[in-house]
């Protein structure tokens, strides 16, 4: 399973940024996918995540400011990030649950200057 993430970069306090990531190698379905963060010397924690379902689930300091979506057909999730903060900045790990196992993308870099 290869998870494949886009849409980091630098944006100010305030902006916005997109985020999206795509699992290929075998994958018919997915329990849960979504995003983790790091931020620099904390460990990582829930951004967002959404079921096959539709159901999501967000961390409370994203709440009201990140969406996330999917396309289970083609097991790919979305994360908006709108009126982004300071403390935003973090390595943002895609992850995906299917088959019973989490496996993760390598990490995107969000960084948001003040």
């Known amino acids: 399973v290869q998870l494949q993430a886009s849409g980091g970069g630098l944006v100010q306090a305030g902006g916005s940024l997109r985020l999206s990531c795509t699992a290929s190698?075998?994958?018919?379905?997915?329990?849960?996918m979504g995003w983790y963060r790091q931020a620099p010397g904390k460990q990582r924690e829930l951004a967002a995540i959404?079921?096959?379902?539709?159901?999501?689930k967000y961390a409370d300091s994203v709440k009201d400011r990140f969406t996330i979506s999917g396309d289970t057909a083609k097991n790919t999730v979305f994360l908006q990030m709108d009126s982004l903060k300071p403390e935003d900045t973090a390595v943002y790990y895609c992850?995906?649950?299917?088959?019973?196992?989490?496996?993760w993308g390598q990490g995107t870099e969000v960084t948001v200057s003040s």
């Open positions: 190698g075998g994958i018919f379905s997915f329990n849960v």
């Open positions: 959404i079921n096959s379902g539709g159901i999501t």
């Open positions: 992850v995906i649950n299917t088959d019973g196992r989490n496996y």
